[in-house]
């Protein structure tokens, strides 16, 4: 993937993981599932990757668009 392609890709990635994200927040003074458990720090590793993915397809869609002028 190249330029354009590569941006929109992160984008939507960066999508996808705000609406999880949004998702997952405690609602009615409940908090989620898996608060609690032993998934709890993995669901924020995989978070802080979802987003350092989609920054990083970001960026780098964003340099190819440079670099190709």
């Known amino acids: ?3 354009v392609p590569l941006m929109l890709a992160g984008v939507a990635v ?11 927040l405690p609602r009615g003074g409940r908090l989620n ?3 609690g458990t032993e998934w709890e ?6 978070f ?9 397809m970001l960026l780098s869609g964003a ?6 002028q």
Not at 48 to 56: Q, R, Y
Not at 63 to 68: F, H, Q
């Open 63 to 68: 340099l190819n668009l440079i670099g190709s």
């Open 14 to 24: 960066m999508a996808v993981t705000v609406a999880v994200f949004w998702a997952m």
């Open 1 to 3: 993937m190249t330029g």
């Open 41 to 46: 720090p993995y669901i924020g590793v995989a």
């Open 48 to 56: 802080c990757s979802a987003v350092a993915l989609s920054l990083t």
């Open 33 to 35: 599932r898996f608060a």
